[in-house]
């Protein structure tokens, strides 16, 4: 016989069932057929589950009745162009992500952007950023940028975010960071990932550079990843390169080694305020000494040790006069104009690197050719320097045969 406990039971299991069979109904209409449904779609999509499993092109908004998501209209060439110059912020932000796209069918009309909007550029000055992780890079620009729009400037803000190396996602947190210079009407965020690409940059930062100064942005500021000793590729890019440093992250020695200390117009020692003052001005103390021993990264300039507090605002009317100093030197001595020829030119022959090595992997002979090889070396069966060669050799056997094809 059963008990009353017993039969609320059974009433509670055949009202889940219940429920059940509706939630599959309702799926079942909402999906256009079980093929359609994904595997790892939940049998139970409910509030135990920390994602929703929703039907494709449905509104998830609860209250209202599903309609088709209406995708966003793909913009022409001409309206990519106009909408930079007319410094729109949304339309600036989908160029950038148009030139950052590896998919074909955006390489030409990136290219044609790009073009047009060359002329328009080269008009600001480019600051690089860099540090050691937890040098307070994110709240140095926001207390930076929103001096800078003080005195009457447009900032753009190019932040590269580390990308993982395993999942090779990217958490891209600067902007979030970066909460009051983000609202700006004057300044502008992009945060980017750095993709694999070495030397603490992203690999089309130099593209979004042109873009945000065709955009009307005097003042560029390129942030970069956390970086060490070698990561030194931003300093081809920008005008004046500031290195953030903090406190106990070394003696006068370390200060010396090569690397990016070398390459640096500034060294900043950041977070010189309450308790942590004193250290942060021995710190920068240490650097001006460790200075004289290096040879200036730019002729004609003297690099600067300083100190500042990005949280309280301590030393920044130093750092921005310093910099302005800095422009009018390079300026007057024509060096500037100098340095970014040849960053014009550095920057060619990258592109010419990308454009082969695109072409190198779109080859379906060469790519066949990488397979096998590849069996052969992880089986040691061939060393890898010989295994380039092969790949070498077939490379420009396909050179030599599409000229000769080409003069018949």
């Known amino acids: 016989m059963m008990t009353d406990r017993d039969q609320e039971k059974e009433k509670d299991k055949d009202r889940e069932k219940d429920q059940s069979q509706k939630r599959d109904q309702r799926q079942g209409e909402a999906w256009p057929g079980e093929s359609y449904r994904p595997d790892w779609a939940p049998a139970e999509n409910n509030e135990a589950f920390a994602v929703k499993i929703v039907p494709p092109n449905t509104n ?170 070698s990561e030194i590729t931003v300093r081809s890019m920008v005008d004046f390169f500031l290195l953030l440093q903090i406190s106990g992250a070394g003696d006068e020695l370390q200060g010396i080694k090569k690397g990016v200390i070398e390459i640096a117009d500034a060294i900043i020692v950041n977070k010189a305020d309450g308790d942590n003052r004193q250290k942060a001005e021995r710190t920068r103390a240490q650097f001006e000494m460790a200075l004289h021993y290096l040879k200036p990264a730019t002729p004609g300039w003297t690099c600067k040790a300083l100190s500042c507090s990005a949280l309280t605002g301590d030393g920044f009317p130093e750092i921005l006069n310093m910099i302005f100093s800095f422009d009018g030197i390079m300026k007057e001595s024509g060096y500037f104009n100098f340095r970014r020829k040849e960053q014009s030119v550095k920057w060619f022959y990258t592109m010419i690197e990308e454009r082969m090595k695109l072409w190198f992997c779109a080859n379906s002979q060469i790519q066949n050719k990488m397979d096998q090889l590849r069996e052969k070396v992880e089986k040691n069966g061939i060393p890898a320097t010989r295994a380039a060669d092969e790949i070498m050799e077939l490379f420009f056997h396909n050179t030599e045969t599409d000229n000769t094809e080409k003069g018949k």
């Not at 600051?127 to 937890?134: D, E, L, T, Y």
């Open 60 to 229: 998830t908004q609860p209250g209202k009745k599903n309609e088709l998501v209406v995708r966003r209209k793909q913009l022409t060439t001409s309206e990519y162009i106009q909408g930079v110059l007319s410094g729109d912020r949304t339309i600036l932000a989908r160029a950038i992500t148009l030139i950052e796209s590896q998919a074909p069918r955006h390489r030409y009309i990136a290219s044609e952007v790009l073009n047009a909007l060359l002329p328009e550029a080269g008009s600001s000055l480019r600051i690089g950023i860099s540090g050691v992780p937890g040098a307070g890079k994110s709240t140095f620009i926001e207390r930076f940028g929103l001096n800078l729009i003080v005195k009457g400037h447009k900032v753009a803000v190019l932040a590269v975010d580390p990308s993982s190396s395993l999942t090779k996602g990217s958490i891209l947190g600067d902007k979030t960071r970066m909460e009051n210079l983000s609202r700006n009407e004057n300044a502008f965020i992009r945060p980017s990932p750095s993709g694999g690409t070495l030397g603490g940059v992203a690999a089309k930062t130099r593209e979004a550079i042109t873009l945000c100064e065709a955009a009307g942005y005097d003042m560029i500021l390129v942030e970069t990843v956390g970086v060490g000793q």
